[in-house]
């Protein structure tokens, strides 16, 4: 089983940066793939990227366009979401779970953290 807490949202002005850390408890999150999920209120959950589980390999949706960078410390048990040059459409409340299989598909994500929201005013 694996737990996972996100922080590090917050509000930032347009054009500002955050960076999201996901902290996993349990062994098995160094075995899974990584991705980051948001969800603005009503609209539903997206992908936002994804990072193997060894770190090699990162994917992420076309909306990111450069901005974002995932990536992870198996030894920390921890990931991460480097977010630069927001605008206010990803205001949203930012979700890291961990998956088994390399997919874009929330539905393949087994465990899921509680969120942390990221507000950008313009």
């Known amino acids: 089983q694996v737990q996972l807490v996100e922080s590090g949202g917050g509000l930032v002005q347009a054009g500002g940066s955050l960076r999201l850390s996901c902290a996993a408890s349990?062994?098995?999150?160094?075995?899974?793939?990584m991705g980051w999920f948001r969800q603005a209120p009503g609209k539903e959950r997206e992908f936002v990227a994804i990072?193997?589980?060894?770190?090699?390999?990162?994917y992420y949706a076309d909306f990111v366009q450069g901005r974002f960078t995932i990536s992870r410390d198996n030894a920390e048990n921890t990931g991460y979401l480097q977010m630069n040059g927001l605008k206010g459409e990803d205001t949203a409340v930012y979700s890291c779970?961990?998956?088994?299989?390399?997919?874009?598909?929330?539905?393949?994500?087994?465990?899921w953290g509680q969120g942390t929201q990221v507000t950008v005013s313009s």
């Open positions: 779970a961990t998956s088994t299989a390399a997919s874009t598909d929330p539905r393949e994500y087994t465990y």
């Open positions: 349990g062994r098995a999150f160094r075995s899974r793939a």
């Open positions: 990072i193997s589980w060894s770190g090699g390999t990162a």
